[in-house]
């Protein structure tokens, strides 16, 4: 069974930083472009990033390019999401995905989410 | 950046019914659309991909159909559990990829 579980979210300054974690298990991660999917409360979805399967690719929406950077460690099945720069409008359950497909680039469309971790960015 | 306006906001309707939700695109997208459902309190599920293909799981009353810059979602004969919000996602060209501001699925 595919699982993602994020970690990593809490209580921060505009201005701070915090690393958000997401722990993969139950398919080949190796083969899997993932991303992260943010919600603010009550709203909408927003794609934030995506990274490639082998980490040589790296993407990010405009609203957190240079502020946000993403990564992934293929010998641990964990993918990171560094926030930098915290403002108040990023405060939003932030999703992490699974690609649905393991061709390459990626397709972009997710087929497996965890349950989010919730960031708060607050004065 | 391409924007997704997905109508209606809201669509209320009784178990049994049919509901027809649907997605437009700024522009030309091919069939790289997708839709998700999404429950209080849940992660989005992934419906329907590249505009009209099930995914792995997902009830047959559900279907997508559409190419270009319009798209529909058709649930056929509403179950209890199919009331939620619906988002569509578009993927072509990505980066960014962008959704739709969603449509609430509400019982009558």
């Known amino acids: 069974e595919v699982q993602l579980v994020e970690s990593g979210g809490g209580l921060k300054q505009p201005g701070r930083s915090l690393r958000l974690s997401c722990a993969a298990s139950?398919?080949?991660?190796?083969?899997?472009?993932i991303h992260w999917v943010r919600q603010a409360p009550g709203k909408g979805l927003e794609w934030v990033s995506s990274?490639?399967?082998?980490?040589?690719?790296?993407y990010y929406g405009d609203s957190v390019k240079g502020r946000f950077t993403i990564s992934r460690d293929n010998s641990k099945n964990t993918v990171h999401l560094q926030l930098n720069s915290l403002r108040v409008d990023d405060t939003a359950l932030y999703y992490c995905?699974?690609?649905?497909?393991?061709?390459?680039?990626?397709?972009?469309?997710?087929?497996?989410w965890g349950r989010g971790t919730l960031v708060t960015v607050s004065s | 950046e391409i924007v997704l306006t997905q109508s209606p906001a809201t669509l209320s309707l009784s178990p049994g019914e049919r509901a027809t939700l649907s997605c437009r695109a700024s522009?030309?997208?091919?069939?790289?659309l997708a839709w998700y459902q999404q429950k209080p309190g849940q992660a989005p599920r992934l419906l329907i991909y590249?505009?009209?293909n099930r995914a792995t799981g997902i009830p047959a009353r559900f279907s997508g159909s559409g190419s270009g810059t319009d798209f529909t979602l058709t649930i056929s004969s509403l179950e209890p559990e199919d009331f939620a919000v619906y988002y569509c996602?578009?993927?072509?060209?990505?980066?960014?990829?962008?959704f739709g501001q969603g449509t609430r699925l509400e019982i009558k």
């Open positions: 139950g398919f080949t991660f190796t083969n899997y472009a």
């Open positions: 996602q578009q993927r072509s060209n990505w980066p960014p990829i962008t």
């Open positions: 590249d505009a009209s």
């Open positions: 990274i490639s399967a082998t980490g040589g690719s790296a």
């Open positions: 995905a699974k690609d649905r497909s393991t061709r390459v680039p990626s397709s972009g469309s997710f087929d497996s």
């Open positions: 522009q030309n997208i091919n069939t790289f």
